[in-house]
């Protein structure tokens, strides 16, 4: 169905003229409350090449952006197909740009099936919300932009941090080392714990150009598909010192409130520091990465109920200790009473609006011409709506099905 849905917009992408295309995005804007990210590529931005560009941004604090050089290349899976394109930019020099983090990646997020324009924000913040001190729960930061490339108006984006060993405080790769850090990117459903092996990861830490490191993932899946509950819930040597289980309990709950259909065992990032020398052993940790299937959206922005329990091989494990269920209920609890709460959602989506301004009616103007690529004619403030209203019908849900686990 996927495939098929994926071909209809590759088949509706061609029948759209240059004249509809050039009639909706004729000049640049610069008449917006955002920050205005203007792109100049010296030939045509593809995903399988990087071209050449030049990036400038405008805010409210520099009425003259500094010009930065580098390169960009389309971004995305799916999402390629869609006309509103998503860009990685990896710039010449880092910058740090919006009170960001200084880097020389980054991504410019269309979000072009979701017309809230925020899921991705909105779900990264709460993650990056959970945090403690000496816990840090790490996530993209981001910020809304409006964004011309080559003169012409392309509407809102979200600029994002890249999720990379700079971003998780991952130590460099050292090439007499014999253990490294290392990032594994699930990419496909197979990502699901439940064999073997690595299929359905992409390695992005170390460089695999520089080297394949398949090791810590590899030793991770055989244990948590073959081990015995003996050895799984070992207090010592079990998954207890394998994996960082606050972690993994604040990523499980971050997919069950958000209802992510993709995190499980697809979107997700799997990542561990290196050890260091007479030091203790390092553990597995997850970061989210790719929320446009969220509150109550799919990937192809069709609705979706707010009954669905989500998980994978190894959070059933996990769920099968009344240990750490217990720990997983008490956490679920305290979330709910802050972080997770109704009205907390509630005011960051408040938040995302009043920070929009305007910009969704420009937005929607640009692609109006693409209308009937939405499964719905869905407007900005009808999906904030249905989006507040989903998250009241999830959360009430949710504490059913997780306070439910409790023993009576």
């Known amino acids: 169905m996927k495939a098929f849905v994926l071909l209809f917009l590759v088949l509706r992408l061609s029948s759209l003229t240059a004249a509809e295309s050039e009639s909706t995005s004729r000049a640049p804007r610069s008449d917006t409350r955002l920050p205005l990210v203007s792109l100049e590529a010296k030939e045509t931005i593809a995903s399988d090449r990087k071209a050449g560009c030049s990036v400038t941004l405008l805010d409210e604090s520099s009425a003259q952006g500094k010009r930065q050089s580098g390169v960009a290349r389309i971004h995305g899976a799916s999402s390629q197909a869609y006309p509103k394109k998503s860009f990685g930019l990896t710039l010449d020099a880092p910058v740090s740009w919006l009170g960001m983090s200084n880097s020389a990646h980054w991504v410019l997020n269309a979000a072009f099936v979701d017309r809230s324009l925020m899921r991705h924000k909105l779900s990264y913040d709460l993650f990056r ?34 999720v990379d060993r700079g971003l998780l405080g991952l130590r460099r790769y050292e090439s007499n080392a014999t253990q490294h850090a290392c990032i594994y990117k699930a990419v496909d459903h197979s990502a699901n714990f439940d064999q073997p092996g690595h299929w359905g990861y992409e390695q992005r830490e170390p460089d695999p150009l520089v080297t394949a490191y398949w090791e810590p993932l590899d030793g991770f899946n055989r244990f948590v598909s073959s081990a015995n509950d003996r050895e799984f819930f070992d207090p010592v040597n079990g998954i207890v010192a394998r994996l960082d289980l606050e972690n993994t309990i604040d990523f499980h709950l971050l997919i069950l409130v958000t209802s992510n259909m993709d995190g499980f065992d697809k979107n997700l990032l799997l990542a561990r520091d290196a050890p260091r020398t007479n030091g ?12 446009d299937a969220t509150f109550g959206r799919n990937w192809e922005a069709s609705r979706l109920g707010s009954t669905a329990w989500l998980s994978n091989h190894l959070f059933d494990r996990l769920l099968s200790d009344p240990a750490y269920r217990q720990k997983f209920i008490a956490r679920w609890k305290q979330l709910r009473e802050r972080q997770f709460s109704v009205q907390s959602i509630d005011a960051l989506i408040n938040q995302n609006v009043q920070t929009l301004g305007d910009a969704p009616e420009r937005n929607a103007a640009r692609w109006r011409d693409a209308q009937d690529m939405y499964p719905d004619r869905l407007t900005f403030k009808e999906d904030v709506a249905q989006m507040k209203d989903w998250v009241r019908r999830r959360t009430r849900w949710l504490d059913q099905e997780i306070l439910g686990m409790a023993p009576r």
């Open 129 to 162: 919300s959970l945090s403690a001190t000496n816990a840090p729960r790490l996530a993209a930061a981001s910020r809304f932009v409006e964004v011309n490339v080559n003169g012409h108006y392309e509407g809102v984006y979200l600029l994002m941090e890249r």
């Open 280 to 291: 203790p052993p390092t553990r597995l940790f997850f970061a989210p990465w790719d929320y």
